[in-house]
T-cell receptor
């Protein structure tokens, strides 16, 4: 596609539930990133994929968070046992050369009630 | 202390003003510096990138990097109401972008 697509755009879930957030990157981009952005803050790094493998997952806050990219294209961020503190906008980005910037999607706004 | 510091604003200026946005950073390994613009409920979009120290100009926008002071700036000339957004500085050292908090800019007619 022309840009990075994220679905759903909004997700409301109850505390304790499991959620999956999907990212469809720009075709041909081998690098894919997940960030989390809270209100009034800049995006915070979660995880980076180069191809199918997670090259850096140092930003995942705890073991409730997990991400996959099985075929080197679409990625899914999975959050187990959601907590109210997980409420944020989850941004996905992809890049062909990270030194020249990423292209971001519009994000998934997750609200845990 | 955060790796990248940015005044969150808000910054409110009249149309036509020159706007100066700034960030400081602590990691001397940062080599690539970027500015992103983010409109409400949208993802960040890349405005400009600069490698190492120096200036780069693109239309009404000028980015400056001073590595010796660990200080970067974005200047917007002849600001327009459509420039009203949050501006995020970002920089990369190894494998990922680190962002500032973002400065909210409001340009009023």
């Amino acid at each position: 596609g022309a840009g990075v697509s994220q679905t759903p755009s909004n997700k409301v879930t109850e505390k304790g539930k499991y959620v999956e957030l999907r990212c469809d990157p720009i075709s041909g981009h081998t690098a894919l990133y997940w960030y989390r952005q809270s209100l009034g803050q800049g995006p915070e790094f979660l995880i980076y994929f180069q191809g199918t493998g997670a090259a850096d997952d140092s930003g995942l806050p705890n073991d409730r968070f997990f991400a996959v990219r099985p075929e080197g294209s679409v990625s899914t961020l999975k959050i187990q046992r959601t907590e109210r503190g997980d409420s944020a906008v989850y941004l996905c980005a992809s890049s062909s050369d990270p030194n020249y910037g990423y292209t971001f999607g519009s994000g998934t706004r997750l609200t845990v009630v | 202390q955060k790796e990248v510091e940015q005044d969150p604003g808000p910054l409110s200026v009249p149309e036509g003003a020159i706007v100066s946005l700034n960030c400081t950073y602590s990691n001397s390994a940062f080599q690539y510096f970027m500015w992103y613009r983010q409109y409400s409920r949208k993802g960040p979009e890349l405005l400009m990138y600069t490698y190492s120290s120096g200036n780069k100009e693109d239309g009404r926008f000028t980015a400056q990097v001073d590595k010796s002071s660990k200080y970067i700036s974005l200047f917007i000339r002849d600001s327009q109401p459509s420039d009203s957004a949050t501006y995020l500085c970002a920089m990369i050292g190894t494998d990922k972008l680190i962002f500032g908090t973002g400065t909210r800019l409001q340009v009023f007619p």
